[in-house]
């Protein structure tokens, strides 16, 4: 289905990439790539230039409920003073550089072009047993990299900024290699299949 995404979406997310990128390497570092959000980030440009319905599922499949999660608590807090969760709270941190806080506003642009992507691409169904392979290599490499002390990566050591206690470390992992494709991608999978399938 070549053709389908214009030229200038393509290059203004390319531009949009070409800065986040290089500025997230030196604030945050390179474990922030591991974040699903920054892999559909850059997951999401990859599938603009090969205008891949496949990719664009996977990367709607890993983010869009968080995204819309991280949505609701920045904005609720934003315009209401609302407590939804801390998913976006780090975007009301004084001690955080505001520009490198502006370009978190990915966060609301990219289940836009993912939403957008499938309703021009469609969406591959393929992208269940796929994301889920991508999340089993990323977890325990998350895992892997990150210590208690560092920033909780995909939650690999609790909900929240603290490694939780009730659970041993990698039976924690364990479940929440579990509960990604269960509880997070399954239920999208079926509401996306309905609405942009064939």
């Known amino acids: 289905m070549q053709g389908e995404v214009d030229l200038w979406i393509k290059l203004a997310y390319s531009a949009m990439l070409a800065v986040i990128v290089p500025v997230y390497i030196v604030s945050w570092g390179w474990r922030n790539f591991l974040w699903f959000s920054d892999i559909a ?15 664009a599922s996977m990367m709607a499949l890993a ?32 001690g955080k550089s505001r520009f490198v806080r502006a370009l978190s506003l990915f966060h609301v642009v990219l289940p836009v072009v993912l939403l957008w992507l499938l309703h021009e691409l469609g969406y591959d169904p393929r992208a269940l047993p796929a994301q889920t392979v991508l999340a089993w290599l990323v977890l325990p490499l998350t895992y892997a990299v990150t210590t208690p002390a560092d920033e909780n990566i995909n939650w690999v050591r609790g909900f929240g900024d603290t490694a939780q206690t009730r659970v ?16 997070l991608y399954l239920p999208t999978h ?9």
Do not use: C, K
């Open 41 to 55: 980030l850059i997951g999401t440009g990859i599938a603009l230039w090969l205008e891949s319905s496949l990719l």
């Open 63 to 94: 983010v869009l409920l968080p995204e819309l999660v991280w949505n609701a608590s920045y904005f609720g807090r934003l315009l209401f003073g609302a407590h939804v969760t801390d998913l976006a709270g780090y975007m009301f941190d004084p």
């Open 168 to 183: 041993p470390p990698r039976l924690w992992l364990a479940m929440l290699m579990a509960a990604f494709p269960l509880v």
């Open 190 to 198: 079926f509401v996306l299949q309905r609405v942009f399938g064939p």
